[in-house]
């Protein structure tokens, strides 16, 4: 049965690892592999993620070996590269995200446009658009006129209430949600109508 290296091995391992020695590296990772695994599945659940940032860590420190302190605390310098990847990791899905987001809401966006702007709308449909839009608060009102009717940039609709463009498109995105739940209502009563 293989056993952990202790403190004294772990220390002559990276001064051999900062030698060059791949094989002592291997050691210093069997040594603080489970443990930095532990740590990161601290702060993401899934497994594949802990994997690659393990390795990541593994690796960027063997690359960095040589600033390495010989005789300071390996793991904890270790989990700060691990962390510092974690973090990176996080703020490139949080980007991701933010822009799948605003992808979305652009989509949405142009189909809606497109809906109001088609040249042969079905009447009830325009009808039914106009009667939703008409019972919107007024703020949300103003929006939809501002962006849509006199097509004003979002930034300068949302310079106009103070506030971001990022929130102001968040609203938009429910304003539309509201409009197109509205419209669907509609059609449903005015098809239930026709039926009776």
């Known amino acids: 049965m293989e056993t952990m290296p ?3 091995d772990l220390d002559q391992a990276l001064r051999r690892a900062r030698d060059g020695d791949a094989d002592a590296y291997g050691t210093v990772v069997a040594a603080t592999q489970a443990r930095l695994r532990a740590f990161l599945a601290g702060y993401v659940p899934q497994a594949q993620w802990v994997d690659d940032l393990a390795q990541q860590a593994f690796v960027s420190a063997y690359q960095s070996l040589r600033r390495f302190q010989p005789g300071t605390d390996f793991y904890a310098w ?7 990847h974690l973090r ?4 490139r899905a949080g ?4 822009l799948e987001k605003d992808y979305l809401a652009g989509l949405a966006a142009e189909e809606f446009s497109r809906r109001l702007d088609r040249s042969d709308p079905r009447e009830d449909d325009l009808d039914a658009l106009r009667d ?3 019972r919107l608060p007024d703020a949300s009102r103003r929006i939809v006129r501002d962006h849509y009717a006199e097509g004003q940039p979002l930034a300068r609709v949302a310079a106009r209430l ?3 463009a990022d929130s102001l498109k ?3 995105f429910r304003i539309r949600a509201s409009l197109r739940e509205c419209v669907e209502q509609k059609r449903a009563s005015l098809g239930t109508g026709n039926a009776g």
Do not use: D
């Open 88 to 91: 990176a990791e996080l703020e």
């Open 162 to 164: 103070g506030r971001s």
């Open 78 to 84: 270790l989990r700060q590269i691990a962390y510092n």
């Open 6 to 8: 202790g403190p004294v």
């Open 132 to 134: 939703c839009v008409a």
């Open 95 to 98: 980007r991701r995200r933010r």
């Open 170 to 172: 968040v609203t938009l």
